[in-house]
């Protein structure tokens, strides 16, 4: 089987207006905390704050209470450094494809979550539009800074306390952000003195840096670049042509406008990117860019793209509104995804041919900031590896249509986002070795946080209903670093890697910045209605799976509670078991599990089923 690197880190819980949280959740509510005095902080590991300055990235907010990813601040006046990880890309970025500053960072192997260039935790996208610029005070230390994030997490209470911002102003918790650098002073006593939002800049000094240390850059502002041609007054075109050779240009951008466009021709033959990351978040370089509000209607048009970067048609920005039918994307170069919606957009697409031929490159795609996408009907292929045939930083939800990635997985769904699926043919076919994770886990579907800023930390949402889901390599679904709501009802499965799970459920490595070692797992409440299910589905310690057998639902498996590799602490309520009347689970070797409700049948097979608390059950 697939062999997972797990790692092990625990963190304690802290008293006082303040609290540190336990890792072993993404959901600082959950963690333990202790009371103590209103002027002191003490940590269960004896750590403490008092009189001492952190530093840490936002990671999760509820109320006034936050929740750091603590690490350090380095200040540089060089260009900020060193050698990135190898991309979701799959190695080195392709000469003259980028800015030749380094190499791609490694990501899932699926589409690049944040603009397939930064698996560290990057500055958040600024409000529709707003670019991002620092206008305040440099943190001293000369031409950029850039924040290194740790193993350690602290969680503080923030009621009533003033934070200097960092365009000058004053605020409160209220004003804060997932992903904001904040640094907190401790009195003597315990007591939170000052907090400053610390601005991380890009191209000169910097950036937010994964625990590997490598530094991504880049910029929060938005720069779309140029265009061969712009519509910006309503109207209808028909039969037209466009084209680009350009570098950082549109071949057709619609900005602001209402336009209609029938049997266009778009081709983006050349140019190159001078930024994948402004390509990717804000539709630089891309065949077709609706923007600002525009609101595009497109039929039986022809849209091609040989460029890097240069994605087929990108709807941005919050009341941006692309409706295409009918037509054809084609693009071959890295980073290039077919439809891909960013910044809050929407895209409306039926009956479309996409194809597309790049690393990074899918064919429903979204990114940072992500928004709403509706696909009915069509055939959606990929070919590229590291380029699933959905890779959801949004609500996406498709009908009625043929997904297949031919050397990738085929579906992707990071953080608070979602997949929906009805009456779809999905295939995919991860490598075993190429691709930049294939040692982390081969999969068909992977659910997951990457901490980069480009999605939400939250629930992520998989449904599936009718139509057939194909797994040529590897386990059938993944979960990792996140809390995932999975339904599938009346599915045709089938996995054809023997030794595959049917779902694995289960910490990463932490080599990526997907959460921090030994307290990533998943958390995964799982609903099989109508549902005939094959294969072994396996559950971390540092995790825990809540699956529910109903509406005549059946299992041919194993559940098994397997050890977290690095020794993490284990959680409670690993594998919680429950078989509806009329559901039927067949056993194929023992089992582990914590709890078990049967209102349904079990055919042991000679096998036996252990409880967490020791109970065998058996025929």
């Known amino acids: 089987m697939k062999v997972l690197k797990r790692f092990t880190a625990l963190f304690c819980a ?45 990671t999760a907010i509820d ?83 850039s924040f290194t994030a740790g193993e350690d997490t602290l969680a503080v209470d923030l009621t009533d306390v003033t934070i200097s911002l960092s365009d000058g102003s004053e605020g409160s918790a209220s004003d804060l952000a997932v992903d904001d650098i904040l640094q907190i002073t401790f009195d003597e006593d315990g007591a939170i003195s000052s907090v400053t939002v610390v601005t991380v800049t890009g191209g000169e000094g910097g950036g937010v840096v994964s625990e590997a240390g490598s530094n991504f850059g880049g910029s929060s502002e938005v720069d779309q670049g140029t265009a061969a041609t712009t519509l910006d007054a309503d109207g209808d075109y028909s039969g037209e042509t466009y084209t680009s050779t350009g570098d950082d240009e549109n071949a057709l951008r619609v900005d602001g406008a209402a336009v209609t466009l029938d049997g266009i021709t778009v081709d983006k033959s050349a140019g190159s990117s001078s930024d994948p990351e402004t390509g990717d978040f804000y539709g630089m370089n891309a065949a077709l860019l609706a923007t600002d509000g525009a609101n595009v209607t497109i039929t039986n048009a022809t849209i091609t793209s040989s460029a890097q970067n240069g994605n087929g048609v990108f709807s941005y920005g919050e009341g941006t509104v692309v409706t295409i039918s009918d037509s054809t994307i084609t693009t071959t170069a890295d980073n290039s995804g077919g439809i891909q919606t960013t910044g809050g957009g929407t895209t409306i697409a039926s009956n479309l041919t996409v194809e597309t031929s790049g690393s990074s490159a899918a064919a429903i795609r979204s990114d940072r900031g992500g928004g709403t996408v509706t696909v009915d009907g069509g055939t959606y292929t ?174 041919t498996g194993t559940i098994n509670i397997v050890e977290n590799d690095e020794g993490g602490s284990a959680v409670e309520d690993n594998a919680v078991v429950t078989i509806d009347e009329g559901c039927t689970w067949t056993l194929t070797g023992d089992c582990t599990i914590t709890s078990l409700t049967n209102n349904g049948t079990i055919n042991y097979n000679g096998y036996t089923i252990t409880l967490a608390d020791g109970t065998v059950l058996s025929e």
């Open 382 to 555: 990929t070919n590229g590896y590291n380029s699933p045939a959905v890779y959801s930083t949004a609500d996406i939800t498709v009908a009625n249509a043929t997904l297949t990635a031919n050397n990738s997985e085929a579906l992707v769904i990071e953080g608070a986002n979602s997949i929906a699926l009805t009456d779809c043919d999905v295939t995919g076919n991860m490598s075993d070795t190429e691709g930049t994770s294939s040692d982390e886990n081969v999969h068909n579907v992977m659910i997951y946080q990457s901490m980069s800023g480009d999605a939400d930390v939250g629930t992520s949402t998989f449904s599936m209903t009718g139509g057939g889901l194909t797994s040529n390599n590897g386990d059938l679904i993944y979960v990792t670093n996140t809390h995932c709501i999975l339904t599938l009802s009346d599915v045709d499965i089938v996995n054809n890697e023997e030794d595959g799970y049917l779902l694995l459920v289960a910490g990463n490595s932490g080599s990526r910045g997907w959460g921090s070692a030994g307290s990533n797992g998943a958390q995964v409440e799982f609903t099989a209605d109508s549902q005939t299910l094959e294969g072994d589905i396996a559950v971390d310690t540092i995790s825990t799976l809540d699956i529910t057998l109903t509406n005549s639902s059946t299992l």
């Open 14 to 58: 802290l008293a006082l207006a303040l609290s540190l949280a336990a890792c072993g959740s993404s959901d600082a509510s959950q963690s333990a905390t202790e009371e103590a005095s209103s002027s002191q902080t003490e940590a269960e590991s004896d750590q403490d704050y008092s009189g001492s300055t952190v530093t840490g990235q936002v």
């Open 63 to 145: 109320g006034a209470t936050v929740t750091l990813q603590l690490g350090e601040l380095t200040e540089s006046e060089g260009f900020g450094g060193g050698e990135m990880p190898n991309g979701e890309g799959g190695g080195e970025m392709p000469s003259g494809d980028a800015d030749g500053s380094g190499t791609m960072p490694e990501m899932p192997d699926g589409e690049m979550p944040s603009g397939d260039f930064d698996g560290s935790g990057t500055v958040p996208e600024m409000p529709d539009g707003e670019s991002g610029d620092f206008d305040g005070e440099m943190p001293s230390g000369g031409m950029g800074s």
